[in-house]
Structure formats: C-alpha cells, structure tokens
C-alpha cells in the first residue's frame, strides 16, 4: 500500500518504521524544519572545545518502568539498524538528589522535610506530615491496583473520570482546600488537581518510578536516527499539510501548504499530529459530532521550559551540592532541574527551569526579554544563602512557551474527557487514521506516542498481533509461550539493562 503520515514527531516516525517493516510504501509530510516534534534538544553554542552544551527543550526522562517498555524496544531496535554515529546510548536520569530543596515562603528544607515548612495554617491533624506523606495515603491503593494489572487498575480509575483529583480529595477524602493548596504546591503544579482523576493518578503512578533514563548527547538524537532509516526523498520537511480530501474510490488526497495545487494521493493516510494541529486544517472532511468535538476540546496542559547557560556548574560545588534532580519552589519558576548529563564536569552548564499548568500559563504574557530577568531573578533569590552571583554566571538563555507552539503542551485530559473521547477520538473515519500521544491512555510520555502509533497500524493493517518494534529480538524463548503477540506480551515482563546498548534483553523470572 501507498500511505502517506501527516506528523514527523515519534508517533508518525514510529507508525512510518513499522509500515514501512511490513513491505508498505510511507511518505511524511513535517510542517517544521526538524524532526521530532515535542522531542526537541536545545544546543547553545559551548565555551570550550569537546563541549556539548544542551538542555532538553521538550521530553528529557523515561521511568524505567514496564509502561515504557516499547520505548526501550524502539531503542534497541534502532540501534540494531543505524549507522554507528548514530547509535543510541542510554545513561541514567536523576529524578531526585538527596541535596535537593523546597524553597517555599522564603524558607528552604530538604524535599523529605516539606512539613516543617512554617506557617501554612494546616489543621492540627494534617501537622507534621510532609505533603508526600499525605499524597501517599490517598494514591498508594490506587497506584498499587495499576501497578499489579495496568488494563484493570486503569478501569477502576475511570469510575471517577467525571471528577477532578480536586473533587476527589474534597468530595472522598474529605480534605479541607488549606490541605489540598498545600500538597499540590509541594507535589505538582498550579491547578493540575483541576485535572482529571485518572490523569493525576496515572501521572503519580509513572513518578513513582525509582529509575530513570535519557539519552547521551540530547533526546533529539531519537527521531534523528529514526529518520535516518526512512527514505530522504519521502520525507518532506517543511511541508504543513493544510488540506485531505476522501475521494470516490476512497484513497485520500493531501494539500500541503504553499502548494494548494499540488495534492498527493494515497490509498490510507494517518494524521499523527495532536489535535490543535489538526484543527487548524480546516480543509478536511466533516466528521461525526463526537469526533469533531474531542478535535475541538481535548485538553491541553501548558508547558514552559527555560533553559540557562552558566559559566560554570555552581550548583555542584556548593556547600549542599545538588548532583542531578529538582528542587521545588513557590517562586514563578516552580521546578529547576539540575542536568543528569556530564555530571561532576568542569565545563560550563545548564539549569532548566520548567513548569506546567497555570504556573506555565503565567509565563505567556510576559515578553521575552523580561522572562529572562524575572528566571534569573528568581534563581537569585533561591541561592540568596550561597555565594553565587547568577548574573555574573550567566551566558544565555533559550526557552519554549508549548502552549504557543502547534501541540499547545500535553494531552492532560478535564475530568469526564476519557469517558467522551478516549474511544471515538481514535476511530478511523474511512480511509483516514489517527495517532499520537493524546491518543493513549498514556498522556504526556513518548511511550504513549509509541503505543497509539502501534495501535493505529495494527489496526489499519487489520493485524491485532502485531509485535512492536525491537520487539522481536526479545520474543519469549522457544516453548516458553505459545506466540509473542502483542496481547501477550502485555502480561510478560523483561529487565531492561541499566544500558540498552547490549543486543538483547534477559526475560524476567
Ligand atoms: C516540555 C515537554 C516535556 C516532556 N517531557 C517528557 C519526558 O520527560 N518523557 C516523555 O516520555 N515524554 C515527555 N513529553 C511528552 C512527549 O514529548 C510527547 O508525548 C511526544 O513526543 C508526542 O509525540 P507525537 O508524535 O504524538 O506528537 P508531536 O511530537 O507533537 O509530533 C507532531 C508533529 O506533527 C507536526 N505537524 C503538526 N501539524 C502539522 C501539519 N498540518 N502538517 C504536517 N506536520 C504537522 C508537528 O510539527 C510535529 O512535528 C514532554 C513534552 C513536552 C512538551
């Protein structure tokens, strides 16, 4: 078959590696310059020789968790295929450090100690446990329940999709707003407990993960080495596709931007692009109600990420040193994340300072220039205790505001938006198929990316036991299971190496 794909981030590369594994002719339409999409690595220029300076503008981590199993599939698999400069390397990513701070109402404790944070106001009988501590004994069955089956767990959590976390906490747990403010200032972002139920138990679920990885070199590294296995001359970059018209025959015609005269005709086609993106071609089929609206309303959670260039890593020769994860605050920049690469070097280096929901929508109005002022201001006033000048430190800045981009952030979905959408949001509609993160019941990962886009080939190829890709080198053993199929493989689990560079993964007892 001839399929076109509509997206160059993970989901179209992946969808587009596999149709293209299975005999099937692909060609890719990217609106932008790059690969990737919401994958996007930042370099500023270094200061030194050899030195590779860079922040993740966009996805940086991945629990080592079997949730994200078919991403490290996808790695193995890649490196199985590209040429060695493009090979991939897997070096751990530090969530946490035991030297990591919460800074809130001008007072610094260590991430353990959040309840000796004075002068919240919190009833007497919420004192002296730390907002993790509180969190923990309302998700932990929960967590538990999707850890021990995820299909299961995650239909029981759907029985609160009509209710924010919010309204779970007031309504179930009978938490006064003071007690709720608290924890989700500590434990997330501004009005993310607005979101659904199952959105934040999910999230919780993927950060209760202990090990963590990213990729040597910048996460841009992924689409690149995906993209360099597709055909050059099928890949168009640069090319927004702006108008799909169904023909009579049922193949499908895509207008690119620039060139409304110039269609391209293709037996099936799949819109890998997130539903902003989609509804902004307004060209296009009218679809049935439901699927209109989940185009229309799905929600979005905005993300900021600003990325600061110092002279050096002063963070890591202080009196407290912090060697890789985050420390919190109140301040506007809410999260700064220390970098898990080059860790203990003597060159110069990047802090990035990253936020999510309102907190990210606060930086939106605000001009560029003095975003600068206020993050260096604020980081300033976090390492007020120490020597350190940030201004005499700082070299550059780069940041990128995700609501003004295409995606408009990450799928978070309101409470009630699974229930109405999750289904018919990935419904083909004749010859025209959907994929992409929101499309999973994995927002906000690169693995659910990878999921959809499994799911949506499978199911436009009409073969249910598709395995993934890089799947195959870890098929059970001869005789241990009847056949690896994708069902199967769900209730089989495999240890992934702390580096994925080795050829095959051993299967779990
Ligand atoms: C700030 C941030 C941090 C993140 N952190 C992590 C993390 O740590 N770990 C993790 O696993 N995930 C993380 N994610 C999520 C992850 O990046 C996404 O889930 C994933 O990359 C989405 O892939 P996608 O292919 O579905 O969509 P996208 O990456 O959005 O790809 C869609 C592509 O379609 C293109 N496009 C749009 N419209 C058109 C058009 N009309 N014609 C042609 N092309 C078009 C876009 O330019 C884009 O390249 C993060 C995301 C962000 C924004």
């Not at 659910?448 to 799911?455: F, V």
Request: charged share 25%; with cysteine; glycine share 8%.
């Amino acid at each position: 078959m001839d399929i076109g794909i509509v997206g160059a981030g993970i989901a179209g590369l992946y969808a587009a590696l596999l149709l293209r594994r299975e005999g099937h002719k692909v060609t890719i339409f990217e609106a932008s310059h790059r690969v990737g999409g919401r994958i996007y690595t930042h370099r500023f220029p270094s200061l030194f020789e050899d030195e590779d300076v860079y922040y993740e503008a966009g996805a940086m981590r991945i629990p080592r968790s079997s949730l994200h199993l078919r991403f490290y599939q996808f790695i193995r698999y890649l490196n199985t295929h590209v040429s060695r400069q493009k090979k991939l390397e897997l070096i751990p990513y530090i969530l946490e450090h035991q030297n990591n701070d919460f800074f809130v109402r001008g007072q610094k404790v260590r991430l353990s100690e959040s309840d000796q944070i004075k002068d919240l106001d919190l009833p007497e009988n919420f004192r002296g446990k730390s907002a993790r501590a509180l969190l923990a004994e309302v998700i932990t069955p929960w967590i538990q329940m999707l850890n021990d089956d995820f299909d299961k767990g995650f239909e029981k959590i759907l029985e609160y999709d009509e209710i924010s976390f919010r309204q779970y906490l007031r309504l179930v747990c009978e938490w006064p707003h003071v007690v709720i403010d608290f924890v989700e200032l500590m434990a997330s972002q501004t009005n993310q407990y607005d979101l659904s139920f199952a959105e934040i138990i999910v999230q919780n679920l993927d950060f209760d993960t202990k090990e963590w990885t990213t990729i040597r070199g910048g996460m841009s590294r992924l689409p690149e080495a995906a993209a360099s296995l597709l055909d050059r001359t099928n890949l168009h970059l640069n090319t927004p596709i702006t108008g799909i018209t169904e023909l009579d025959d049922g193949r499908i015609s895509l207008r690119s931007f620039g060139n409304p005269g110039d269609s391209t005709i293709f037996d099936k086609v799949i819109l890998a692009i997130p539903p902003a993106a989609l509804h902004n071609i307004d060209d296009r089929p009218l679809w049935p109600f439901m699927k209109q609206q989940s185009i229309r309303a799905a929600h979005f959670e905005p993300l900021y990420k600003i990325g600061l260039h110092f002279r050096t890593r002063f963070w890591e020769h202080g009196a407290r040193p912090s060697f890789g994860g985050q420390s919190m605050t109140d301040l506007r920049i809410r999260w700064i994340v220390y970098p898990s690469n080059d860790l203990g070097g003597d060159g110069s280096g990047v802090l990035l300072l990253y936020s999510w929901m309102t907190d990210a929508s606060r930086w939106q109005s605000i001009p560029r220039k003095q975003r600068v002022e206020l993050a260096l201001d604020d980081l300033q006033t976090f390492f007020a205790d120490s020597s350190v000048n940030i201004r005499d430190q700082f070299i550059a800045a780069h940041d990128v505001m995700w609501s003004c981009e295409n995606a408009t952030g990450d799928a978070m979905f309101l409470p009630g938006q699974f229930s109405r959408f999750g289904h018919v949001a990935k419904l083909q509609e004749g010859n025209v198929y959907f994929a992409g993160e929101h499309l999973s019941r994995h927002h906000t990962w690169m693995a659910g990316a990878i999921d959809s886009a499994l799911e949506t080939v499978a199911s436009l190829l009409g073969r249910q036991d598709m395995a993934g890709l890089g799947e195959e080198y870890i098929r059970p053993k001869e005789g241990a299971r009847d056949e690896g199929t994708v069902n199967l493989c769900r209730s089989i689990s495999y240890v992934i190496p702390p580096h994925n560079n080795l050829q095959y993964v051993e299967e779990a007892k």
